[in-house]
């Protein structure tokens, strides 16, 4: 797709960050709010995107109570932070007016907008999360897109034709896979896959499953698809409570991570009328600055968590500093991380946040 598109789009990159280096403050200047250029946004995803999903599912990964959302306009809407969620941002910083809805309420008129998939708890695997209760995997998710596709054929007067032209039209991400270890791998009085496979085997079987999911993506008309990498594990208060990032813990995630590149560089090869791209979390996570930010406590979460399941506790106040924290609860970002890592998904910083290039060029191709 677009081959010179490509190029302009890594050019302007390379620009920004000689700008970048030369002077922080201009890149803030050029970035300015988006006019909306794409028709339609879809998001697949787990905790990290889900924003209501799970609100009609029976099951322990919920967040549609006190003090989720707690910072958010509407309350406690089924997002896992104390207010927006990354998606939330990515469709603001493409110029979108209001989210994108979750797929369980979602109206006709909403489709043609675009959804959000996102399910607490969710994997690339389907038995990822089972512990927990009923969740909508990848595979359903992309289940649920079928029907959205069939939908959007009849919204548009049975013109199948129509239809692929609309969906070819919209930007796809998809951010899986941290369940797969929270709620699966480094589990493992419940799942016996760290006993079968070693981390690298394990990361292979993970993405042979996502390269099928992807490839079944496109085979539904997405041709701009962001794939998001893994965040450091190690480093969420799950596991790092009081203390620094556990290593061992940030090693079995890194085999996934480091298969994302040559994913992205098969799927392209593969698919030349498509155009995926990497959001490299952990680099971006790694690179932000957090006490520029005036984030002070990175190790513990803002709300009181409950010791089994590392959520939010019903009821009970959170810290009253949240833009102070990196972490909500356990394992979700607060809003104010959440900004930081979406603007540097939209407008990469560094060449390692966003491979080959970032959100805001393939928005544009
Ligand atoms: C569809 O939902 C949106 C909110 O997401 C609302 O503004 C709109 O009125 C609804 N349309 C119909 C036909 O119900
Ligand atoms: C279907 O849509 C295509 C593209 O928008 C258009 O060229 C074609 O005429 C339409 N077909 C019918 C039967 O309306
Ligand atoms: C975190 O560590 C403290 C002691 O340092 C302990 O009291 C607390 O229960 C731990 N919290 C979790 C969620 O493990």
Redesign the pocket.
């Known amino acids: 797709m677009a081959q010179s598109m490509t190029k302009l789009c890594t050019i302007l990159r390379v620009f920004l960050y000689i700008i970048t280096i030369m002077e922080s403050g201009i890149v803030v200047i050029i970035e300015g709010k988006e006019q909306q250029v794409l028709p339609c946004l879809f998001f697949m995803g787990d905790s990290l995107t889900d924003n209501g999903n799970n609100n009609f599912l029976f099951t322990i990964a919920k967040s549609n109570y006190f003090p989720y959302g707690i910072d958010y306009p509407d309350g406690a809407t089924g997002r896992f932070s104390n207010a927006r969620n990354v998606p939330d941002f990515l469709a603001e910083f493409l110029g979108f007016e209001k989210p994108i809805?979750p797929f369980a309420t979602a109206?006709?008129?909403?489709i043609l907008r675009g959804l959000n998939y996102g399910s607490g708890g969710a994997g690339i695997l389907d038995r990822t999360g089972a512990q927990l209760g009923d969740e909508i995997s990848l595979n359903r998710q992309l289940q649920n897109h079928g029907g959205t596709v069939s939908t959007t054929t009849l919204l548009l007067g049975f013109n199948a034709t129509r239809a692929r032209e609309h969906l070819n039209k919209c930007l796809y991400i998809v951010n899986m896979g941290s369940n797969d270890y929270i709620n699966n791998y480094l589990m493992p009085h419940v799942y016996p896959t760290s006993r079968l496979h070693t981390p690298d085997q394990f990361a292979e079987i993970l993405i042979q499953q996502y390269s099928q999911q992807l490839r079944t993506l496109h085979g539904y008309g997405a041709r701009k698809i962001a794939i998001f990498g893994l965040g450091m594990l190690g480093c969420i208060p799950e596991y790092a409570n009081g203390t620094a990032c556990v290593d061992s813990i940030n090693s079995v995630v890194r085999p996934f991570n480091s298969r994302l590149r040559p994913l992205v560089d098969t799927l392209n090869t593969d698919l030349p009328d498509a155009q995926f791209i990497l959001i490299d979390t952990s680099s971006i996570s790694a690179g932000i600055d957090l006490s520029a930010l005036g984030i002070r406590v990175s190790n513990a979460p803002c709300c009181q968590v409950s010791e089994s399941v590392g959520l939010c506790i019903a009821g009970k106040v959170p810290c009253s500093n949240r833009d102070e924290y990196s972490f909500w609860d356990n394992f979700h970002p607060t809003e104010i991380l959440n900004r930081a890592v979406a603007q540097r998904a939209y407008t990469a910083v560094l060449p390692s946040d966003a491979y080959p290039f970032d959100i805001r060029c393939l928005a544009q191709l």
């Open positions: 809805p109206n006709h008129t909403d």
